[in-house]
């Protein structure tokens, strides 16, 4: 029997259309003064660099499972460039940006339905660039978070109960750690917390809700449990427009077109490099052969793991980096495929204990010297454990706080929306039962 689809997620779309004529009011004078044409350019491109991102992990997760959930998978990752995108203008960057309230949440009012956005002074953070693209720029890091999430429960969830699950974790998950970690009164940044370009927001918080995710939604039928990817190329070439995309990611947390992007791009491109290495090496090492997936699943551990400390470190450094996150995370893999846990792409093994190791590096090789943005101290390798501690502290306040509000989230969800699939959809393949499309195989 085919599933109604509720009037409630229609009507609240045309509840703010209608706010957002209603609130648009008419706009001042955007601010000019000490903008840089170049800064602008390059955040321009770095934004579109970003969204880029969410198209190639569709693509990456899409190859990797079974040919009759391809779809439906990238589109789980698709989805969220539209839903995300409204609730960052409604209340999403209000509540990750706005003023603060007690560095814990921002005022959901400061920018509600992005009014007074356009007209505002530059982020004190980035005062080179208009709000707005500061904005749009942060808007892609918040597109991806709840993708992230989407591969641990690959093949079992359903369509209308993820979408509702994504609004929730984007809202009460993402957004706060944004504002403890990015906004100047956040707690976490003023604890001295560094994180260049989300290791802690971005992965840590997705694999940590991914891991909460594939526990509260159990195993898939066993008859689906183990299937040989749909389509490696497309995990190729969803690689490949990750690594491209990243640039956007790490190099563009720097803000402005300078020195520090371009260090931050050189961390980005050595640590990807040496963990898809380090990840076949190992690999051939415990006696396997070396394959496309373990590169591709390696180069995006690297990108993950650098994220955090790519405008921190130097770039020899990114090469130990890569290479400890890829066997680190390799080894997780492994310990995940002989427990009961079906986290289906192994998410937190590589997004959740990559950003971990990605955090902890941060903690032991920043260097004052890369980024004199850094009052927090030197790293531990430097012989100061200040940042280290701190890293250590903020790190169990992440995981803490994103494992086991998802949980919640999850309970929550279910209870308005019940979260999986039955078992004769899953047969049948979410493609057809969530969407009625099918992947024509040659």
């Given amino acids: ?17 209608v706010l957002g004529v209603a609130l648009s009011g008419v706009p001042g004078s955007m601010p000019t003064e000490d903008l840089n044409s ?32 391809v779809i439906s998978t990238m ?23 706005g003023d603060s309230i007690g560095g814990f949440i921002g005022d959901p009012r400061t920018y509600f339905m992005f009014n007074g956005v356009l007209e505002s002074k530059p982020w004190p953070l980035a005062a080179t660039i208009p709000l707005v693209l500061f ?5 892609k890091f918040a597109v991806i978070t709840p993708a992230l999430i989407t591969g641990s429960f690959s093949e079992r969830i359903r369509f209308t ?31 001295g917390v560094l994180d260049f370009a989300g290791g802690t927001v971005v992965h840590i918080s997705a694999g940590c809700a991914a891991l909460a995710s594939a526990m509260y939604l159990g195993k898939r039928k066993t008859d689906q449990m183990h299937t040989t990817p749909a389509n490696i190329p497309f995990v190729l070439i969803g690689t490949g427009l990750l690594w491209f995309g990243w640039f956007g990611f790490n190099a563009g947390s720097a803000v402005s077109a300078s020195g520090l992007a371009a ?11 040496a963990a898809g290495l380090a990840w076949i090496l190992f690999d051939a090492f415990r006696g396997k052969k070396p394959s496309a997936m373990g590169f591709c699943i390696g180069v995006v551990v690297g990108l993950v793991a650098i994220t955090p400390a790519a405008g921190f470190v130097g770039i ?19 310990w995940r495929g002989r427990t009961s846990l079906d986290d289906t792409l192994d998410v937190f093994p590589c997004h959740g204990i990559g950003g971990m190791v990605g955090m902890l590096m941060t903690g032991i090789f920043a260097h004052q010297g890369i980024n004199p943005g850094n009052t927090t101290g030197n790293g531990l390798f430097y012989g100061e454990t200040k940042l ?16 086991l509000g998802t949980f919640v989230l999850l309970k929550i969800t279910d209870l308005i929306s019940p979260l999986r699939v039955s078992p004769e959809d899953e047969s049948i393949g979410l493609d057809v039962s969530q969407h009625e499309e099918k992947l024509l195989v040659a």
Avoid at 1 to 17: A, C, R
Avoid at 39 to 66: C, E, I, K, Q, R
Avoid at 135 to 139: G, H
């Fill in 1 to 17: 029997m085919k599933e109604k689809l509720s009037i409630v997620p229609f009507s609240m779309l045309v509840i703010i259309s």
């Fill in 263 to 273: 260090s931050a791009f050189a961390t980005t491109n050595t640590a990807a490099a």
């Fill in 161 to 191: 109960s993820y979408i509702l699950l994504a609004c929730l974790f984007s809202m009460f998950i993402y957004a706060p750690i944004a504002h403890w970690t990015w906004h100047p009164q956040g707690f976490l940044f003023n604890m």
């Fill in 388 to 403: 280290f501690l701190i890293h250590l502290t903020a790190l169990g306040i992440v995981v803490a706080f994103s494992f």
């Fill in 38 to 69: 170049g800064d602008v350019a390059w955040m321009l491109a770095a934004t579109g660099l970003v969204l880029l991102m969410t198209p190639g992990l569709a693509l990456f997760y899409g190859g990797m499972v079974n040919a009759k959930n």
């Fill in 75 to 97: 589109l789980q990752s698709f989805i969220c460039m539209g839903v995300i995108s409204i609730l960052w203008v409604v209340v999403g960057f209000s509540l990750a940006f």
């Fill in 135 to 139: 904005a749009f720029f942060q808007l």
């Fill in 316 to 334: 020899s450094v990114s090469i130990f980096i890569g290479t400890i996150a890829a066997i680190i995370s390799n080894l997780a893999v492994s």
